[in-house]
C-alpha cells in the first residue's frame, strides 16, 4: 500500500494557530476537481471556507455536537456537494460515487502537503442549503477539515487527546473481499 494512504487518517488535535496557503488549498481541491467522474458529469462542487473567513465561521455554526469541539481549529473547512436528484437515481447514486472519490483524494492530497484530512457528515445539510444558497440539484454531504497536528497532544482536550490515541482499525480483508459469492473469502491461493 502506498504509504500517503496507509498514514492517512482522520485526527482531530488540529493547531489552533496552523494556517493553509491558498497554494496548498489549491492543491487539495484540484485534487478533488481531478477525481474520476462517472460520464464525464463532474458534478462535485466545493464551499471552501479558511479559519477566520467568514464561510468557516458559519460553517463551524454548521457542525453537529461531536464536530464542534475540535473542528473549529483546521485551518480550512471544506463544504463538499454534489447532485440531488433522487427522480434520476443513476445521476443521484453516481454523483454520491464521484463526492466519495473527490473527498479520498483531497484527503491523499492533504497528507501529501503535511496536513490531516477529517471527513464530517455531522453537520446540519438544510443549514448549509440556506446559508450558502446551495441549488436545489445540489446537496452538502461533507464537509472536509483539513489542519496541521497539534506538536503537543498534552494542549488537546482530554477527549480529543484520548480519540486520536486509539488505534487505527479496519476490519481484515478476509472478511470484507469475496470471491465465487458473499461471504466466501478472496484468497490470493498463497
Known amino acids: ?19 493553509i496557503s491558498a497554494d496548498d488549498l489549491t492543491e ?23 479559519r477566520g473567513d467568514t464561510t468557516f465561521t458559519a460553517m463551524t455554526e454548521l457542525l453537529t455536537r461531536g464536530n464542534k469541539p475540535w473542528a473549529p481549529a483546521a485551518s480550512a473547512l ?19 460515487v464521484d463526492l466519495g472519490l473527490a473527498v479520498a483524494q483531497m484527503s491523499i492530497q492533504a497528507v501529501a502537503l503535511g496536513f ?20 436545489d440539484d445540489k446537496r452538502a454531504m461533507v ?22 490515541s486509539l488505534p487505527r482499525r479496519r476490519l481484515p480483508l478476509d472478511e470484507i473481499a469475496f470471491a465465487g459469492s458473499w461471504g466466501q473469502a478472496f484468497t490470493t491461493g498463497a
Open 1 to 19: 500500500m502506498h504509504e500517503l494512504i496507509e498514514s492517512r487518517w482522520s485526527a482531530r488535535g488540529y493547531d489552533p494557530t496552523a494556517t
Open 116 to 135: 490531516n484530512a477529517h471527513p464530517m457528515a455531522g453537520f446540519d445539510t438544510e443549514g448549509a442549503r440556506v446559508r450558502f444558497a446551495v441549488p
Open 143 to 164: 464537509v472536509l477539515a483539513v489542519g496541521r497536528l497539534a506538536d503537543d497532544p498534552s494542549t488537546l482536550s482530554p477527549e480529543v487527546r484520548e480519540r486520536d
Open 78 to 96: 471544506v463544504m463538499v456537494c454534489t447532485t440531488d436528484d433522487p427522480d434520476d437515481a443513476k445521476a443521484h447514486d453516481y454523483g454520491a
Open 28 to 50: 487539495i481541491l484540484e485534487a478533488g476537481r481531478w477525481a474520476a467522474t462517472w460520464g464525464k458529469v463532474q458534478p462535485v462542487r466545493f464551499v471552501v471556507g479558511i
